[in-house]
């Protein structure tokens, strides 16, 4: 696997959306729209009763934003797109009428937490510590904030985007309320999504449906909410200070 992408699996009323890049699971905008934009497509799809998101490769699930697009940003409209990338991706996920069961097989930094955040129910391996490092390149979790905040609380958000330099190890992350099950490896975590997902395909379909506007209530504003989040992170990309901070990336 060297190129990224996106692909959708429906298998039996189960649709697994796996992403891929090779640059850890990074998400450059293209791949972010694809991602959107498939979620969407399957919480239409009558065929489709649950959705599992995953990334693709073994180690490392998401290493967030694409530091190679962070880079090319020289304008504030650019660098809201850019993050707007993000906000859409979210959105899909909280607007979906389907539960989405995370897999998160390792590592994820950044906006890889909000995609796992913004997951209805999310399954984690004991490698998969988590790490909120905006602050470190002079910016913040500013798009992805409002999801992880929705499931750590403001308390473990606001620390782990403080502590912008530590990984918090799955334990933690399941004590606050990201993970629901920590598995010793990817096989026993594969096993455990694949009868949740079954399991969830024997319910209601109407009943899940009103059952997620339930848990998203109070998060209607978030398509204005996101999109002011992205606008300060557009403009903090063009920071001096981050800029220099970038060029250890080049």
């Not at 905008?29 to 239409?44: C, E, N, P, S, W």
């Not at 798009?143 to 985007?161: D, F, N, T, Y």
């Not at 949740?196 to 998203?216: G, I, R, S």
Request: charged share 25%; net charge neutral.
């Amino acid at each position: 696997m060297t190129k990224p992408y996106v692909k959708q699996d429906i298998q039996q009323g189960i649709a697994t959306i796996e992403f891929f890049h090779p640059a850890h699971n990074s998400l450059p905008g293209d791949i972010l729209a694809k991602l959107a934009q498939t979620i969407t497509d399957a919480g239409t799809n009558d065929e489709v009763k649950v959705i599992v998101l995953k990334s693709g490769g073994d180690r490392t699930f998401c290493a967030g934003a694409s530091f190679k697009e962070l880079i090319s940003i020289n304008d504030a409209g650019t660098g809201k797109v850019f993050f707007s990338g993000f906000a859409n991706v979210i959105n899909a996920m909280r607007k979906c009428p389907k539960f989405i069961i995370g897999r998160i097989q390792g590592k994820t930094v950044g906006g890889g937490v909000g995609v796992a955040s913004a997951t209805d129910y999310c399954m984690a391996t004991k490698f998969a510590a988590i790490k909120l490092s905006e602050l470190n390149i002079g910016i913040g979790p500013f798009v992805v904030g409002p999801a992880v905040e929705r499931k750590l609380g403001l308390s473990g958000m606001s620390q782990i985007a403080i502590d912008a330099n530590s990984f918090y190890e799955a334990e933690w992350a399941r004590q606050k309320g990201l993970y629901a099950k920590v598995f010793d490896s990817t096989e026993a975590l594969d096993e455990a999504v694949q009868a949740f997902a079954e399991h969830l395909c024997t319910y209601n379909p109407e009943a899940m449906k009103e059952m997620k506007k339930v848990f998203w209530r109070g998060t209607e504003d978030w398509d204005e909410l996101l999109a002011e989040r992205a606008v300060i992170s557009g403009r903090l990309v063009l920071s001096d200070f981050t800029k220099e901070k970038l060029k250890r990336f080049e």
